[in-house]
């Protein structure tokens, strides 16, 4: 043993090795019950999931200090040789540089399009709080649900309610507040608009937002019908929100589609090594590794054109016809729904909008132009459907200011001041809203 040199006992030693394996250990446990359903299928609440998150972060930090004593004292309280030091050195230097980039990710939270990310999943948790479920049974006789963001108000017969159906753009998705989409801003806009003539609060306005993330145009009209049925009164109005990514789905409908996923050869791999490890590699798995947002921004437009510019729809090979032996397009027969749900309410003296959202990302309020807003605009028209298409509305906006981020291509609050601007400006001038 060197002059000078003072070693630890076995038992110090043992400690110094097994705290920081330990301390690290329980992190990952922890962080997976963050992010995993237990085993009643239930992802933690908000409260619980924040709790997690500082415990987690106590763990981390631990283990940052664990692995810094034991090199420090492998450095300088044992007979190690100065080369020796010199790699024990470099080792807890990156070791501090990867656990404080863990803790860093640990409270990295920003929404995604996709919304796989870990870094969504502690954003949505903080600002989706007020998410609730909405039950009913389909047109299939199957159980099903709608994931809207507030809980439902409690509508008066002489209020004047307008329900908003769509999907994520409806529901908000990539906002931090409900207050922030377009059908509370349409609210906020009609109530101002009545100050000076309203007499009666029952008649005040009040914006249902039936917006569920994901929702196609068949499921849209059965939540409609189901809340319909739920709600036992008539609305002022309806406003159906359309978006192109309706047309995977509807064209083909509910009991015949079967979208068939992309085999990534990095999915299987990147869940085993990146996803299900920390939200350090998990993050660098979604930004250097798997999700290549250009990539699939063209490869979906060019599966969408597909489908909308085809004049049969093709299931197994075979050119589907109606009853009447004429051969089915894609593109109106997918409108059916929309076009029933309109005639429906129309008939009840329901006022019924449509307003058609067109892609927010790269060069999507083009695309959507060429694809479908134009047409849509025009098929509706025909069914004497009103319908607003927001793509003059936003195309010379720069992509930017168009879109949450730069990986969530949902509206920004902007836009969403925009929609609602333009939506209430249609009801004052065509429905009477004064």
């Given at each position: ?108 939270e ?13 954003w ?57 989409s377009?059908p509370?801003?349409v ?63 509807s ?34 798995y ?21 489908l ?39 008939g ?16 999507g ?43 969530d291509?949902?509206?920004?609050v ?21």
């Open positions: 043993m060197r002059p000078g040199t003072i070693r630890y006992s076995s038992l110090t030693w043992w400690v110094l090795v097994t705290l920081p394996i330990l301390s690290l250990a329980a992190y990952f446990y922890i962080t997976r019950l963050m992010m995993f359903p237990d085993a009643m299928g239930q992802s933690p609440k908000p409260a619980r999931m924040m709790m997690l998150q500082s415990v987690a972060t106590v763990f981390i930090v631990l283990s940052i200090l664990a692995t810094g004593a034991l090199c420090i004292a492998s450095m300088i309280r044992s007979g190690l040789s100065d080369r020796a030091k010199n790699v024990v050195l470099v080792v807890l230097i990156l070791v501090i540089l990867l656990f404080s980039a863990e803790a860093f990710f640990l409270h990295y920003r929404t995604n399009g996709i919304g796989m990310r870990w870094s969504y999943r502690l949505s948790k903080r600002h989706f709080t007020h998410r609730s479920s909405f039950y009913f049974i389909n047109s299939r006789g199957e159980e099903d649900r709608a994931d809207i963001r507030e809980p439902i108000p409690d509508l008066k017969r002489k209020k004047k309610a307008i329900w908003f159906i769509g999907d994520s753009f409806t529901f908000g998705f990539g906002l931090e507040k409900t207050e922030q377009f509370a801003k609210e906020r806009l009609l109530r101002l608009s009545q100050q000076n003539t309203l007499k009666d609060s029952d008649d005040q306005v009040i914006c249902v937002n039936l917006g569920d993330g994901g929702a196609d145009i068949y499921h849209e009209k059965e939540t409609l019908y189901a809340f319909d049925t739920a709600a036992k009164s008539q609305p002022y109005a309806v406003v159906w929100q359309y978006f192109g990514d309706d047309m995977d789905t064209a083909l409908g509910p009991d015949i589609y079967e979208h068939e996923i992309s085999k990534d050869p990095t999915e299987h791999i990147g869940r085993a090594l990146f996803r299900e490890k920390s939200f350090l590699l998990d993050y660098i979604w930004e250097y590794f798997r999700h290549n947002e250009v990539a699939s921004y063209h490869t979906y437009m060019d599966f969408l054109s597909q909308y510019l085809a004049d049969s729809l093709v299931v197994n090979g075979q050119a589907l016809k109606d009853s009447s032996g004429a051969y089915i397009n894609p593109f109106l027969s997918h409108l059916n729904p929309l076009v029933e749900a309109a005639t429906y309410y129309k009840k003296g329901t006022r019924f909008l449509v307003i058609i959202f067109p892609y927010l990302w790269q060069n309020p083009r695309d959507a132009e060429r694809l479908y807003t134009r047409r849509m605009t025009d098929a509706l028209a025909k069914q004497k459907i009103d319908v607003i298409d927001l793509t003059p509305l936003v195309k010379d906006i720069s992509l930017e200011k168009r879109v949450v981020n730069d990986h291509p949902h509206p920004s902007m836009v969403d001041e925009m929609v609602a601007d333009t939506i209430a400006k249609y009801f004052i001038r065509n429905y009477g809203m004064k």
